[in-house]
Structures are given as C-alpha cells and as structure tokens.
C-alpha cells in the first residue's frame, strides 16, 4: 500500500486539517527529513496553499483547529500549533494554544521552521537576491565552491533541490550535491 492509500485510510479520505473532501494530496510537515505515514498529513489544497503561502491565509478557515488540534497524530498537531500560532494576533487562537499540550520532541518538531517566534527571534535564510528560503526549496549554485574537507567542488549552476535550513545560523543550509550532503552559505545560491 502507498502512502497516498495509507493517509487515505488513516484520516477516513477527508483533510486532516479542516474535514474537507475534495482537492486530497500528501503533505509532507517540514523539516521533510521525517517523511512517510508519520510525518505526513493528509490534506486538501486550501490548506496546503495556505500553510505554503502566508499571506494567502485566510484566519476563519483555520477555526477547524480547534478540533483537528485534538488529532492523536502527531504531524497533524504540529501543523496545528503551527498554523495557531502564526494566526495568534486574530485573538481566538492564542486560547486554543493555551489549552494544547505537545510532547517535548513534537513541540521541536513544531518550532523547527521558526513559527511561534517573535519576528524578531526568527532566523531567516535569504539567497543572494535576498529571496527568503524555505525547507524543501530548490536552489542553484551562483558561483564554484570547494567542499571542505574533500577534493570535490561543486560547479556554478548546479542544482540543489529539497534543501533544508539550519535553524540556528540564516547563513547556512543544507543539500546534496552529486550525491553528497554539504552545508552551502546562503549567499552563493539563487532560489530557482
């Protein structure tokens, strides 16, 4: 069985975030590196467009937290908290916040993007244009890098997709470049 077929049987084949029944796909909670049945959500693509794009958010749809913040999975949770939290001005949410509770290594998982930080306190990645990078985003190299501590260097305009950000330095992300995982500085990569 897939993962699409066992996401579909786990949520009863509607989104579960909101209980929608149309639009279904895998969404995988960042950081992408926890994947599969347990990192995944089932969701529609309302909420997927709005998770992905934050000023697409419309607060009244999100009032379907307040009973999928209950979910006994923990991706669904995270992505509550996260979603709660990023809505917190509206008023309504910050008391749902006050009543969910997270495990301690669900609510790493859920801080992991940076969500419930003061704006301030958010550690951002930008490329060279000043793009912000997200995890998951594909970039290309701007310029020939010599890899620490191997005789590789990766070329200007190679790929590196699905990249993932160190959330303790905006200077610093993560890829795969012919197969080997190097940590690359922000400003030699354009967002593709």
Do not use: F
């Amino acid at each position: 069985m897939g993962l699409l077929e066992e996401l579909q049987e786990r949520s009863g084949n509607i989104c579960e975030l909101c209980g929608a029944t149309e639009g279904l796909r895998i969404y995988e909670v960042p950081p992408v590196s926890t994947g599969g049945l347990d990192g995944s959500v089932l969701a529609c693509d309302t909420c997927i467009t709005q998770i992905e794009d934050p000023d697409s958010v419309d607060a009244n749809h999100w009032r379907c937290l307040n009973d999928s913040m209950w979910s006994e999975q923990d991706a669904v949770k995270v992505v509550a908290w996260r979603m709660l939290n990023r809505l917190k001005s509206e008023g309504w949410p910050q008391d749902l916040l006050d009543m969910m509770y997270l495990e301690d290594e669900v609510l790493e998982w859920a801080k992991a993007t940076g969500e419930g930080k003061e704006e301030g306190e958010q550690v951002i990645h930008r490329d060279v244009n000043g793009l912000i990078l997200e995890n998951g985003d594909s970039v290309v190299l701007v310029k020939d890098l010599k890899v620490k501590g191997s005789s590789m260097v990766a070329k200007q305009g190679t790929a590196v997709r699905r990249i993932s950000l160190d959330r303790d330095n905006a200077e610093y992300i993560e890829g795969k470049v012919d197969g080997q995982h190097i940590v690359i500085i922000t400003k030699y990569v354009k967002k593709l």
